[in-house]
């Protein structure tokens, strides 16, 4: 029997409502964990992984890749309508799907993020299926050299999201790979930099880092507009429908197919690589995008490409982090770390020879993602209603709900008040940045890979002393010469802008 006739004839069998139940049942629970911020698919996959020990291993890791397909899609539902990401891997989503939000356009704010998710899904389900295998070998030959070089090229991303200002772009950068050196070191574990505060013996955890720097810096301009707002009564909300033309998101979406094919390769192949995950794909995507783009300087004032970039590489991610864990035995991020655990538990070990030894299951997982696709689409338009009520609720009202979200969320990472304590600074922290203008993209992916990056260097270091191997060896010299050309093209694009405005600017002059 062939290839395709195994995925058939698994599509059956994930089909029956043995499979189908769970299945459904993981996709709603992502969709609501992904939605609501500082819960994450971390978190809920976690939740789920109890309910799952008394099912068959194929029954559990539908449930769980329910809700890490369904999860992925729904954390861009409140980043688009509320403008907080509902996880890390849709904070690039907040960037132009908020401001599509506020110029009325909700509706095709939310879908062009759904069915973005879709086709990126879809695409990363062909790789999945066909190139297990084959990335498997490539990913033989990273060690450390290669996988520091990798590191280093996405932060070279940090050049395409500096805004107006390179300098505050820069340091908002800094200021993420800072938070890092804070706690235990990668390898040794010895403490450094925590001033003798036992609270930060563990380093600043990333989800409440996220929530704060994200979640109170949007809050906090709607807070002061409620507070400068006259009169006692609260402004009603606006009328706002998700009612939207499906075909016109589609145009929207595939108007320009290269930049979707691209943003969908760099997620498969973040998910691919270990430890980077969504929460870097989806801004190393939004950063390609705006460098391939004809309007770049549109970006972050609310175009679907920006939404398009987040989210269908978001999605791919989970395809490659999939591909990760079945090829290696390497979970590629958190989720899949939860799944491996559940695989061991039923004594399946994941690795070079999963395929082979348990052809059920590989090509169950490989059904499971595909019917999980349209799931998620489904729950988002049944729960429509429920997004609607959410954007549609007082601001007076919804801002101490999602606070209180954002403080249970900090607290439930490992039920433990220090989480809360660094939500708080963080706050403070992201609404400083947001009043001074300094982007907040480059601090989380300085914070995302700062860790990856000393670890990686260590490990290379230790081997061999050698600093020129980082150079002659092909897979990471090539990366660091990626690096150099990202950084290069970001500043040429910088002064492209910059020079743009100014002859803009003395037009109107001259017209005066």
Request: charge should be neutral; hydrophobic fraction near 55%; proline fraction near 6%.
């Amino acid at each position: 029997m062939n290839h395709y006739e195994l995925l058939i004839q698994h599509i059956g069998v994930v089909l029956h409502w043995h499979y189908l139940l769970p299945l459904i049942v993981g996709t709603i629970a992502g969709v609501i964990g992904g939605a609501l911020p500082g819960v994450t698919i971390t978190m809920t996959v976690i939740v789920v992984l109890p309910f799952t020990f008394g099912l068959d291993p194929l029954q559990g890791l539908a449930a769980m890749i329910g809700v890490y397909v369904g999860g992925s899609a729904g954390g861009s539902i409140t980043a688009s309508l509320i403008g907080i990401p509902g996880t890390p891997s849709a904070v690039a989503t907040t960037f132009d799907g908020f401001p599509m939000t506020k110029k009325g356009q909700a509706g095709r704010s939310v879908w062009v993020g759904a069915w973005s998710a879709f086709i990126g899904g879809a695409l990363g389900g062909l790789f999945l299926i066909e190139l297990t295998g084959p990335f498997a070998s490539i990913a033989l030959f990273f060690g450390p050299w290669e996988f520091f070089a990798l590191f280093i090229f996405a932060l070279s991303m940090v050049a395409g999201l500096v805004g107006k200002s390179v300098t505050k772009g820069l340091l908002s950068g800094a200021i993420g790979l800072l938070v890092t050196i804070v706690g235990p070191d990668p390898i040794m574990g010895v403490q450094r930099f925590t001033m003798g505060i036992h609270e930060l013996e563990g380093g600043f955890p990333f989800l409440p880092v996220l929530i704060g720097i994200f979640a109170f810096a949007q809050l906090m301009p709607d807070v002061e507009q409620i507070r400068s707002s006259t009169g006692n009564e609260p402004a009603k909300p606006t009328k706002v429908s998700l009612t939207v033309s499906h075909l016109a998101v589609w145009r929207d979406i595939l108007c320009r197919p290269f930049i979707l094919l691209w943003v969908t390769f760099i997620g498969i192949l973040v998910g691919v690589l270990p430890a980077i995950g969504g929460s870097a794909a989806n801004i190393m995507a939004y950063d390609q995008a705006k460098k391939f783009s004809k309007r770049p300087e549109k970006f972050g004032t609310g175009i679907p490409e920006g939404i398009v970039a987040s989210e269908a590489s978001n999605s791919a991610n989970v395809a490659g982090s999939l591909m990760m864990i079945m090829a290696f035995g390497i979970p590629g991020d958190a989720v899949t770390a939860v799944m491996m655990g559940a695989l061991t538990i039923h004594g399946i070990q994941p690795g070079p020879l999963f395929v082979s030894q348990h052809p059920k299951i590989a090509y169950g997982i490989y059904a499971a993602y595909l019917i999980a696709l349209p799931l998620m689409i489904a729950v988002i338009w049944v729960g429509s209603r429920v997004w609607l009520h959410i954007i549609n609720m007082p601001k007076s009202m919804l801002i101490p709900i999602v606070l209180v979200l954002c403080v249970i969320g900090a607290y439930a990472l490992n039920n433990s008040m220090n989480g809360v304590y660094v939500l708080a600074l963080f706050c403070v922290i992201g609404y400083a940045m947001v009043k001074g203008r300094i982007p907040l993209a480059p601090l989380i992916l300085g914070v995302v890979l700062g860790d990856q990056i000393e670890a990686n260097l260590i490990q290379a270091v230790s081997t061999d002393a050698n600093p020129w191997l980082f150079l002659t060896r092909p897979i990471s010299g090539g990366l660091i010469a990626a690096s150099v050309a990202s950084v290069a093209l970001a500043v040429w694009q910088h002064n492209r802008a910059a020079k743009l405005a100014t002859a803009t600017d003395e037009e109107e002059d001259t017209d005066f």
